[in-house]
């Protein structure tokens, strides 16, 4: 329900901090090095996401709540794409990053569930994680869909015109994404 843009994308670094605890409980090495990988990845496709936020804050004036301005994909189509795989990333999506670091989190719980004496316990967990992997992926293509689709809407603070950030803001997203 949050409208921050910014505060969406912190908020999922917290779900994700529980996918690396997740991943560390699970025990055994294959569930720890699952854990370290996916904090790796984090970190870039959570850099790409600010970055990104921070492209669009940059177009409409400083503005970052996510009902006041929309359909920004027409006026800022680098940082529309390279958002999309950010999200792409953090929703665990195939080929991208996220999902070679989630997937094995999922399969050490799994792995657990079925060898563990608290086998009920590992397959709550399993569940848990992958309801947690869904819910990821809908509140962050809430607010990607909620910036960059639907009418062209800009705050009056964004002036005139909104418009694509400038190279030095656009570059670091490219090679992010």
């Known amino acids: ?28 090495l294959a569930g720890v090095t699952a854990g370290m990988f996916h904090l790796l990845t984090h970190a870039f496709f959570k850099a790409l996401l600010f970055l990104g936020a921070g492209s669009v804050m940059h177009a409409m004036g400083g503005v970052i709540d996510i009902r006041r301005f929309g359909g920004l994909r027409r006026v800022m189509p680098v940082t529309h794409w390279t958002f999309l795989i950010g999200c792409l990333g953090l929703a665990g999506v195939f080929p991208l ?8 989190i999922l399969a050490a719980l799994h792995e657990q569930a079925s060898a563990s004496a608290a086998g009920s316990l590992y397959y709550g967990l399993y569940l848990a994680g992958m309801l947690g992997a ?25 002036g005139h015109h909104a418009h694509e950030s400038p190279p030095t803001m656009t570059g670091p997203l490219v090679l992010l994404a």
């Open 97 to 104: 990053a996220g999902f070679w670091s989630k997937d094995p």
């Open 134 to 158: 869904a819910l990821t992926a809908f509140y962050t293509f809430r607010a990607f869909f909620v910036t960059f689709y639907g009418p062209l809407r800009t705050p009056p603070e964004a």
């Open 1 to 28: 329900t949050k409208t921050d843009l910014k505060r969406i994308l912190a908020n999922s670094t917290t779900s994700q901090l529980g996918y690396m605890f997740l991943a560390i409980g699970a025990g055994p």
